[in-house]
């Protein structure tokens, strides 16, 4: 299986057709229908429905697809990361994490480390914990940043010096809105909109858990999410209240919506996060470097 064969692949599941493909990738219709023939004939499965105008993905191939896209994205990175070896530090540094303010920690010292070092690019993909911890241990991420509760125990890490305040995005025309902050008994009963990663995150551990206590179980939780944004789109229509960080969500004095912290005050910590005896590229150990000369 050639990197090669799976870039025509990858671009004919995108392109949807052999015409508009062999275009693309500048070779004939006959020489790519081939080469992909050969690979379903090497993984045994058929990868691709065909008509006579267009390639559409079997269930076979998008489970494909997405191997092939991380085998790429993983080639690539690797090519990069040594063609920048014997240039002046040079490369691209890869950066996963949750919607937290934390990150304009990373942010102002991304802005530094341009002036002096203009050839390093960043990347920044956002998730929650699985999605980043997942693309960490693929190679596919240098660095994450998550927000605890999270497990941190396979990891080396940092802990940043930062804490997000936990608490409840609404509609200001909510009853609630009218309180200063919300006790456990205000939103009990109430629809919820809640994090997976912290429904997801089962440890003794889990301030979170521990904050609801034995009615932990009895929430009302009718949505989950992994980002704010499309959490707080759910509370303008209406559908409930979304349980989350501050900072995250247009709260201003023109959005419909207000954030009132939780009472008693529930605050969580961050840490950036990367693989144990991870071999990085000698712009990430310049990172990392400045991440601890900077955060300890």
């Not at 499965?45 to 993983?74: C, D, N, P, W």
Request: glycine letters at 6%.
């Amino acid at each position: 299986m050639e990197i090669r064969v799976l870039r025509y692949f990858l671009t004919i599941a995108r392109e949807g057709s052999i015409t508009a493909a062999a275009e693309q990738l500048h070779i004939t219709q006959p020489t790519l229908s081939r080469q992909i023939k050969d690979l379903e004939d090497e993984l045994g499965q058929k990868l691709f429905h065909r008509s006579s105008h267009s390639m559409k993905l079997t269930q076979e191939g998008f489970i494909f697809r997405k191997r092939a896209e991380e085998i790429v994205a993983m080639v690539d990175k690797t090519s990069a990361e040594f063609l920048s070896m014997d240039k002046p530090i040079a490369g691209d540094i890869y950066i996963g994490g949750g919607e937290t303010l934390a990150v304009s920690l990373i942010a102002d010292l991304i802005s530094k480390l341009r002036t002096e070092y203009p050839d390093i690019r960043y990347h920044l993909y956002s998730g929650n914990e699985a999605d980043v911890t997942e693309r960490l241990d693929r190679g596919l991420l240098d660095f994450g940043i998550l927000v605890q509760p999270a497990n941190v125990t396979k990891y080396d890490y940092i802990h940043l010096p930062a804490e997000d305040i936990w608490g409840v995005v609404m509609r200001k025309d909510s009853p609630l809105a009218k309180k200063k902050a919300i006790a456990k008994a205000d939103i009990i009963d109430l629809p919820l909109i809640f994090s997976r990663q912290v429904l997801n995150t089962k440890s003794e551990n889990n301030a979170f858990i521990q904050w609801f206590g034995d009615d932990f179980d009895k929430l009302n939780i009718v949505t989950t999410f992994n980002l704010m944004y499309n959490a707080a789109l759910m509370v303008k229509s209406g559908v409930g209240y979304a349980v989350g960080i501050d900072g995250i969500t247009n709260t201003s004095d023109e959005s419909e919506l207000c954030f009132r912290p939780l009472a008693p005050k529930m605050i969580s910590g961050l840490d950036l996060i990367w693989k144990k005896y991870q071999a990085f590229s000698p712009a990430a150990e310049l990172f990392l470097e400045k991440l601890r000369d900077t955060f300890g």
